[in-house]
Nanobody, 116 residues
Framework: QVQLVESGGRLVQAGDSLRLSCAAS????????MGWFRQAPGKEREFVAA????????IYADSMKGRFTISRDNAKNTVYLQMNSLKPEDTAVYYC?????????WGQGTQVTVSS
């Protein structure tokens, strides 16, 4: 079982930067690929970014490429999402995900609101 706790979400203005963190409880954090997803009001949850267990491979949704950066610190059991040049359409609840098939775990989410 992996418990994930996201933090760092808050109200910001368009163009601002924000870094989200996701702390994992599992001592086997290193074996999990980690990802960030988001869900805006009235919309389905969508993929944002993912990072391999070692951190050597990353993948992003097209709309986030060049603005968002995912990283992880396996010594701290933490994954990060650096978000730059934020836009109002980035407003959503951001969720952390730990995945090693067949297991997948979700955090409770952290709210990011971008005002215009």
């Amino acid at each position: 079982q992996v418990q994930l706790v996201e933090s760092g979400g808050r109200l910001v203005q368009a163009g601002d930067s924000l870094r989200l963190s996701c702390a994992a409880s599992s001592p086997t954090f290193i074996v999990y690929a980690m990802g960030w997803f988001r869900q805006a009001p009235g919309k389905e949850r969508e993929f944002v970014a993912a990072i391999s267990y070692s951190g050597s491979n990353t993948i992003y949704a097209d709309s986030m490429k060049g603005r968002f950066t995912i990283s992880r610190d396996n010594a701290k059991n933490t994954v990060y999402l650096q978000m730059n040049s934020l836009k109002p359409e980035d407003t959503a609840v951001y969720y952390c995900n730990a995945n090693q098939p067949p297991d997948t775990y979700w955090g409770q989410g952290t709210q990011v609101t971008v005002s215009s």
